[in-house]
């Protein structure tokens, strides 16, 4: 049996994973903050998998993905020091079985090319990825397997915060359905910008993916949720094939078949 540890450094939480061959046995999270050393976060990635039957020593591959630059090389550091491995880091000269069509290439963040491999593989193509978390980040994947670019919007939480911070009376609110678009008191009004303002813009900015993708049969295109926040929207709306909160790290594993 093969086992291999999957690391998505993402802004708010870096997202681990242990797979079993092809079985994801277990996940986890830790908060992302650039100002641990790699000793306390060997510690805490001890800690984390051996609450879940799984010792360091089991592992046999570590596959990472970052888009928090301060602090890839000391979670490289952290999980060498904790498994004598050196992890396989999603780059320029890694393999990924897709081509990236973009302007600029090294802008795009590795955990969009996780999801879009992992989307194209597992669920078809053309695709349109949506991660919600502290963005939210609609990625596009041609019937030809190419990822041709995105659109990056504020996330719910990032949006929650600035309201916060930039106003006298509003406070901070729980990201949750408010159950009515008219807000009847502050906390329901935020909630309903917030949460069901997000619905909106997905299935308007999806529509237009659709359309600009696959003009002739806009319906052919398998619309993937994924990301820290997609559980608070799934529900709300009818726009997604399917909802995988797994996919980076799934999308970790088929690069590192690759590789």
């Known amino acids: 049996m093969h086992r291999l540890f999957a690391v998505d450094i993402g802004n708010t939480n870096i997202t681990l994973g242990v797979f079993e061959d092809d079985h994801l046995r277990a996940t986890g999270r830790l908060s992302t903050d650039p100002s641990r050393?790699?000793?306390?976060?060997?510690?805490?990635?001890?800690?984390?998998?051996?609450?879940?039957?799984?010792?360091?020593?089991?592992?046999?591959?570590?596959?990472?993905?970052?888009?928090?630059?301060?602090?890839?090389?000391?979670?490289?550091?952290?999980?060498?020091?904790?498994?004598?491995?050196?992890?396989?880091?999603?780059?320029?000269?890694?393999?990924?079985?897709?081509?990236?069509?973009?302007?600029?290439?090294?802008?795009?963040?590795?955990?969009r090319i996780a999801d879009a491999v992992a989307a194209i593989t597992l669920y078809g193509k053309p695709a349109v990825i949506v991660d919600i978390g502290t963005a939210t980040v609609f990625n596009a994947v041609n019937e030809d397997g190419e990822y041709i670019g995105g659109a990056i919007a504020p996330g719910m939480r990032s949006a929650a915060e600035a309201l916060y911070s930039n106003t006298a009376q509003l406070r901070r609110v729980e990201l949750t359905d408010p159950g009515s678009v008219i807000g009847r008191n502050t906390i329901a009004s935020m909630q309903s910008g917030l949460v069901l303002g997000n619905v909106e813009l997905i299935e308007g900015m999806v529509r237009r993916f659709t359309e600009e993708l696959s003009p002739g049969s806009p319906e052919d295109c398998k619309i993937v949720a994924t990301g820290g926040l997609a559980a608070v929207i799934e529900p709300l709306t009818k726009v997604f094939d399917v909802h995988d909160p797994d996919l980076t790290l799934k999308g970790l594993h088929l690069i590192h078949k690759m590789n």
């Open 37 to 111: 050393t790699d000793d306390e976060l060997s510690l805490l990635l001890h800690g984390l998998l051996t609450a879940r039957g799984i010792t360091p020593e089991e592992l046999d591959a570590v596959a990472m993905c970052s888009v928090v630059p301060p602090l890839t090389q000391t979670v490289f550091d952290a999980v060498a020091n904790l498994t004598g491995i050196d992890a396989l880091v999603v780059g320029p000269g890694v393999k990924t079985g897709i081509r990236v069509s973009y302007d600029r290439t090294q802008d795009v963040g590795t955990d």
